[in-house]
């Protein structure tokens, strides 16, 4: 089973762009389907993107045309650029590997790194 380590998360300005890494360990990183999460207080946690391991993408519509989702297969390793943020963008953001399904017991998660978006 892989583990997750994020990075990237920080502070920027309403129209700033941040970008995020999630690196897993193993050997398997690419049969894993990987996705971004982010969750805020008193929320549940929302799937964003999401990329197979050949590469096919899913986009939410809260994010898609600014957020674009990438995996480097030879680095064990899976991006977020999120690009044109806005206050609403600030939460918790989770990057997540699983091969049956995000709510499966089996499904792995890193431990968060927060985005926050000043006006």
């Known amino acids: 089973q892989v583990q997750l380590v994020e990075s990237g998360g920080g502070l920027v300005q309403a129209g700033g762009s941040l970008r995020l890494s999630c690196t897993a360990s193993?050997?398997?990183?690419?049969?894993?389907?990987m996705g971004w999460f982010r969750q805020t207080p008193g929320k549940e946690r929302e799937l964003l993107t999401s990329?197979?391991?050949?590469?096919?993408?899913f986009y939410a519509d809260s994010v898609k045309g600014r957020f674009t989702i990438s995996r480097d297969n030879t680095k064990n390793t899976m991006y977020l650029q999120m690009n044109s943020l806005k206050p609403e963008d600030t939460a918790v953001y989770y990057c997540a590997a699983s091969r049956t399904g995000w709510s499966s017991s089996s499904s792995v998660w890193g431990q968060g790194t927060q985005v926050t978006v000043s006006s």
């Open positions: 193993g050997r398997t990183f690419s049969n894993y389907v």
């Open positions: 990329i197979s391991g050949g590469g096919t993408t």
